[in-house]
Antibody, heavy 121, light 111 residues
Framework: EVQLLESGGGLVQPGGSLRLSCAAS????????MNWVRQAPGKGLEWVSR????????YYADTVTGRITVSRDNYKTTLYLQMNNLRAEDTAVYYC??????????????WGQGTLVTVSS | QSALTQPASVSGSPGQSITISCTGT?????????VSWYQQHPGKAPKLMIY???NRPSGVSNRFSGSKSGNTASLTISGLQAEDEADYYC???????????FGTGTKVTVL
C-alpha cells in the first residue's frame, strides 16, 4: 500500500524558512517522480514542484522559483521541500504527490494527507 | 499559464448522471491528452479518479468516466450517490515550463 506522510509544517514569519518532508513507503521510491502541490485555504490546487526519480531533474512553478528547492533521498525514501523567503501568499496545505512514471509523469496517482504552512507575523 | 475553467458548482439527484467540464484552449487542453480528474472531500487529500483523459485507476468505480472534445475535457458521474458529493478538479500535464495546471474546481452537490 502506497503511503505518503508529510511533516514540517507550522507557523513562520514572513521572510522566514521552513523545510517540509514527505516519508514514502509501499512502492519503489526511486522509480517515480515526486511532486509538491499546495492548496491555499478555501482555494484550488496549485502545482509547486517536481523532481525526477533520480533527483537529477527538477521543475518549479513560476510563483516559487528562486525561493523553493525540492530534493529527495532515495535511501531514506523521503522527499523534501526547502522554502525560503516565505510570503503570506505561500500560506497553504502542502501535499506530497507521487507521479505515475519515473520521468514524464502525466498525473499524480497518490497523495499524502498534507501539512499546513502558515506565513504570518 | 492560466487555470483551466470549470463550473463552480454542479448538482444532481441520486441516481442521475452529471457532467463537469474543464475548458482550456488549443494550446493546452486541445493540444494534450493528459487530462486528469481528482475528487476531494472536505479536509481530505485529493484522490485520482481519471488520468490521460479517460483511464480509470484500479479501484475507482466505473460510474466515473472521462472524455475530451476539442478544448474541453469532461468528467461524467453516472448513478450519482451521496458519497460523490465533493470538490472535483481537472488537471493537465503540459510538458512545458509550467508542467501541470489545475482547473478552478467544481463543487458537486447531491440533492
Amino acid at each position: 500500500e502506497v503511503q505518503l506522510l508529510e511533516s514540517g509544517g507550522g507557523l513562520v514569519q514572513p521572510g522566514g524558512s521552513l523545510r517540509l518532508s514527505c516519508a514514502a513507503s509501499g512502492f519503489t521510491f526511486s522509480s517515480y517522480t515526486m511532486n509538491w502541490v499546495r492548496q491555499a485555504p478555501g482555494k484550488g490546487l496549485e502545482w509547486v514542484s517536481r523532481i525526477s526519480g533520480s533527483g537529477g531533474t527538477t521543475y518549479y512553478a513560476d510563483t516559487v522559483t528562486g525561493r523553493i528547492t525540492v530534493s529527495r533521498d532515495n535511501y531514506k525514501t523521503t522527499l523534501y521541500l526547502q522554502m525560503n523567503n516565505l510570503r503570506a501568499e505561500d500560506t497553504a496545505v502542502y501535499y506530497c504527490a507521487k507521479g505515475n512514471r519515473e520521468m514524464t509523469a502525466t498525473t499524480f496517482d497518490f497523495w499524502g494527507q498534507g501539512t499546513l504552512v502558515t506565513v504570518s507575523s | 499559464q492560466s487555470a483551466l475553467t470549470q463550473p463552480a458548482s454542479v448538482s444532481g439527484s441520486p441516481g442521475q448522471s452529471i457532467t463537469i467540464s474543464c475548458t482550456g484552449t488549443s494550446s493546452d487542453v486541445g493540444g494534450y491528452n493528459y487530462v486528469s480528474w481528482y475528487q476531494q472531500h472536505p479536509g481530505k487529500a485529493p484522490k485520482l479518479m481519471i488520468y490521460d483523459v479517460s483511464n480509470r485507476p484500479s479501484g475507482v468505480s466505473n460510474r466515473f468516466s472521462g472524455s475530451k472534445s476539442g478544448n474541453t475535457a469532461s468528467l461524467t458521474i453516472s448513478g450519482l450517490q451521496a458519497e460523490d458529493e465533493a470538490d472535483y478538479y481537472c488537471s493537465l500535464y503540459l510538458s512545458s515550463s509550467t508542467l501541470y495546471v489545475f482547473g478552478t474546481g467544481t463543487k458537486v452537490t447531491v440533492l
